[in-house]
């Protein structure tokens, strides 16, 4: 059970500025524990985003991306009530989605 | 008998009139000279910065500033406030942070002060500690002894994060109204600058003055309110190099850690007097927390 | 209906009011004698303003400090007056009570790790400059009025004794590996509750001090020691090999040494820490040994180290 995202949206003249904060541990794998050992990899590897169901961007992630990863990108010709939505995947098999209307 | 002298010498009252003119000018410009001392706040998420590098690094965190990962942190506080939670199986609700029961708009900016109940000066963490074992029954005592990574402490430090975010944006009222306020901000006073450890370092070896850094990382002036205000009022923050939300305390346990001084305990005396002394000395600046660090 | 009561005394001056309300203000304004000038004013006006403007700046200064105890003294704060609070300044009126803080740093500390808390257990260094600092005007910096805080003949007896427990190397030899120097320039371990007891610690010079020309990030607490050897005369191998194969230190041997092992004894109050002596009441191990301090030697004195580039 992930923690929701924060989604916000900056409207000028029809271009709509996403900024997406998710939260996610984005374990890289390289790190060692207390007791020594590696801890495992954990981290999302697949994030796209869509505009009214059509999919406008798509990321591969893994490792280099930082804890609770921060991502920004504008779609043009948007409108007041189109829908933004973001899905993310990790490795685990864990997938997230939340969505927010354009004002 | 009348005196003679006091007859034929009478004051001469124009003279008279202009000496304590003069005198009230004195006075009126030396105040108006102390109050003229206030200096703006600085905004609040950054330091002037010189030189290429450093302005680098101040168009990066302005960069940052966009997204605070705290803020994720603030929701989570915000659901263990109203969760029944601990051995008594009840919520926060109506823990009083000062401003009555379940008050939080501008609680923290008068954080922290005498609160009768305890008979202590409290800060944010000390509070939120006596109202957890207090209305939800936890051992203060064993959390008091673990150290920050165990589960309920981390648990009030979201917490601090969301009530703390309640604040943003108000100026801090950290009050001086009674004689133990007086005597922490006296004691917290006298131990920044306090210089003890291997090393001679007390808190004002690295902020007492403006312009100082540590390597590239700017030290505010705790002194001043310009410094106070921003360094008290970005506390709690999430730090990116850790990836967690460290609350004021936490700060002070590693400054301490830093200056080669032995463990300061969690919500103990002097962490408090401490924090009464940069709280009052922040007074009129506008908090910003959750803040955000690297 | 009583007798009007007396302004003037038989000799035409202004009586002064015994019964004034023992409030800071009329205690300054008592002490600074404005008031004995004022007395004389019905008989000398001239003089009398001419002696109120020249305590201008006394009275200025202590009425600042009487606000800062009035700010203090008053029941709400509030946030309505949003004034920088100012340390007392011990000029004109002597604090009221130092408040005693060791009990509250018993009851607030722990040792953990190697940090004991004897460490908190204050030297005479650090006892004396810690009064200082608290007592100097805002900003840290000690200015000609403040001068009547320092204690000069306990400054001179600090400094005599932080001098005399510098000791020099047995073999005579002062220089070590620029390499190894820049290393332990760079490193800003030791000491701490999270470092071991029998690790080599660092000097973290580059913490306060800018050094070579490459090291970018560097601190501002201290002066730049960048070109240190060059700018005092050590421009080539030729003035260096002076310096190295001499049995008897030069001057400027014997102060880059000095300044590393005990940087207290050149400047009491130094926020520079000490680097070649046991520090505190506890007498631990200094931080650095002393091959290390002679790498830093050849760091800031040797032509070829990266500081003289």
């Known amino acids: ?103 | ?294 | 209906m009583g007798p009007k009561p007396q302004l003037l005394d038989s000799k035409g001056r202004f009586m002064l009011r015994k019964s004034f309300k023992p409030t800071c203000l009329n205690e300054t304004i008592k002490r600074i004698a404005l008031f004995r000038f004022f007395r004389y004013l019905p008989r000398f006006p001239k003089a009398s303003v001419c002696a109120s403007c020249f305590f201008y700046l006394v009275v200025l200064s202590s009425l600042s400090s009487c606000s800062q105890q009035a700010r203090e003294d008053q029941i709400n704060l509030g946030g309505a007056q949003s004034s920088i609070p100012q340390p007392i300044q011990a000029l004109i009126f002597k604090s009221r009570g130092e408040p005693n803080i060791s009990e509250m740093i018993r009851d607030s500390f722990e040792s953990f790790g190697i940090a004991d808390v004897d460490r908190l257990n204050q030297d005479p260094t650090q006892d004396y400059c810690s009064k200082l600092a608290e007592n100097v005007s805002a900003g840290g910096s000690l200015k000609k009025t403040d001068q009547n805080v320092v204690d000069s003949a306990l400054f001179e007896k600090i400094r005599i004794q932080n001098q005399s427990l510098i000791s020099f190397p047995r073999d005579s030899i002062y220089f070590g590996d620029y390499k190894r120097g820049e290393s332990i320039a760079q490193d800003g371990r030791g000491k701490t509750w999270s470092d071991k007891a029998d690790q080599e610690n660092g000097g973290n010079c580059y913490n306060c001090h800018q050094l070579s020309k490459e090291e970018l990030s560097y601190g501002s607490l201290g002066p730049s020691l960048y070109k240190y050897g060059v700018l005092r005369g050590v421009i080539d191998l030729k003035s260096f090999n002076e310096l190295t194969h001499n049995s008897n230190p030069s001057p400027l041997v014997q102060y880059t040494w000095g300044v590393l092992v005990n940087s207290k004894a050149f400047n009491v109050c130094t926020v520079m820490p000490r680097f070649g002596v046991p520090v505190g009441v506890s007498h631990s191990e200094p931080t650095l040994k002393e091959q290390q301090l002679k790498d830093l030697m050849s760091l800031l004195l040797d032509p070829r180290s990266p500081v003289n580039q």
């Not at chain 1, 271009?15 to 007791?35: A, I, N, P």
């Open chain 2, 1 to 294: 008998m009348q005196s003679p002298v006091l007859r034929s010498n009478p004051p001469r009252p124009k003279r008279v009139a202009l000496s304590w003119a003069v005198l009230i000018m004195i006075w009126i410009s030396s105040l108006t000279t102390l109050q003229a001392q206030d200096t703006l706040a600085p905004n609040a998420k950054s330091l002037p910065a010189e030189g290429s590098s450093e302005k680098a690094i101040a168009e990066y965190r302005q960069m940052l500033q966009d997204e605070n990962p705290a803020d994720l942190y603030v929701l989570k506080g915000k659901a263990l406030w109203d969760q029944a939670r601990g051995p008594k199986q009840r919520a926060l609700s109506n823990c009083d942070l000062g401003l009555g029961g379940g008050v939080f708009k501008g609680a923290w900016t008068q954080l922290p002060r005498y609160f009768e109940d305890t008979k202590s000066v409290q800060d944010l963490e000390s509070r939120l500690l006596s109202c957890m074992q207090d209305i939800q029954g936890f051992n203060s005592g064993e959390l008091v002894r673990s150290d920050f990574s165990n589960p309920e402490r981390v648990n009030l430090s979201l917490l601090a994060a969301y009530v703390a975010s309640e604040s943003e944006g108000l100026p801090f009222k950290v009050p001086l109204s009674n004689a133990a306020e007086l005597e922490m901000y006296r004691a917290g006073k006298k131990l920044f600058y306090y210089r003890a450890g291997t090393h001679d370092f007390s808190c004002s070896t690295c902020h007492s003055d403006d312009s100082r850094r540590i390597r590239l990382q700017d030290l505010p002036n705790l002194t001043t309110q310009a410094g106070a205000g921003f360094a008290y009022g970005s506390w709690p923050a999430y730090r990116l190099s850790t990836g967690s939300v460290w609350t004021m305390q936490q700060r002070l346990a590693d400054c301490f850690r830093q200056q080669r001084f032995p463990k300061p305990i969690f919500a103990s005396h002097a962490t408090i007097a401490l924090s009464v002394y940069m709280g009052v000395n922040a007074n009129g600046a506008k908090a910003a927390a959750p803040g955000l660090k690297r």
């Open chain 1, 1 to 103: 059970m992930s923690d929701p995202m924060r989604i916000r949206l900056q409207s000028v003249a029809g271009v709509t500025t996403v900024k997406v904060l998710m939260s996610h541990e984005m374990e890289s794998g390289q790190r060692r524990g207390e007791d020594g050992r590696i801890i495992p990899i954990w981290n999302i590897q697949d994030v796209s985003a869509s505009w009214n169901g059509k999919v406008v961007m798509t990321a591969e992630w893994g490792g280099g991306i930082s804890k609770n990863p921060f991502m920004q990108f504008a779609v043009k010709g948007t409108k007041p009530g189109d829908k933004i939505s973001i899905t993310w995947k990790d490795n685990r098999g864990d997938s997230r989605t939340d969505e927010v209307l354009v004002t």
